[in-house]
């Protein structure tokens, strides 16, 4: 029986993907990930969560695996935990607008503040109280 491992791999070279690229997008060491295709590393449940979502897919996409027909189910056509970041960025967006609105209500427009965006050329704004 293939072990998590070579699951592992075989997703990873179905995806297209190389070992340096997993591994900075999982934020995983290479050489951890290195290990880890090569056995000689655990996988955590974060570290398989990790990599499920770097291969658009689910850990038990990864677990069931099919070595031999180099393949797994219908994968999602999103990532599993977009949903829950649906709401998140719900909630941010009214909170940034909020603020707009607050900030439009002290200065009668929303200033520019090139400094955040990386430009720093302008003039920086002061609020005296």
Excluded: W
């Excluded at 029986?1 to 290479?30: N, S, Y």
């Excluded at 969560?49 to 677990?63: G, K, P, Q």
């Excluded at 994968?75 to 599993?80: E, G, K, T, V």
Aim: charged fraction near 30%.
């Amino acid at each position: 029986m293939p072990t998590l491992q070579e699951k592992i791999r075989a997703v990873r070279l179905l995806r297209g993907l190389t070992q340096p690229q997993v591994a900075e997008l999982a934020h995983l060491h290479l050489r951890t990930y290195q290990r880890i295709e090569s056995g000689t590393s655990a996988v955590t449940e974060n570290m398989l969560e990790a990599l499920a979502a770097v291969f658009n897919c689910t850990t038990d996409d990864i677990r069931h695996f099919d070595l031999e027909a180099n393949q797994f189910g219908a994968a999602p056509d999103r990532l599993p935990e977009t949903g829950k970041f649906e709401g998140e960025y719900t909630a941010l967006k009214a909170e940034n607008d909020r603020l707009k609105h607050l900030i439009r209500k002290v200065f009668g427009e929303v200033p520019d503040f090139p400094e955040i965006r990386g430009g720093g050329g302008g003039k920086r704004m002061t609020i005296e109280a």
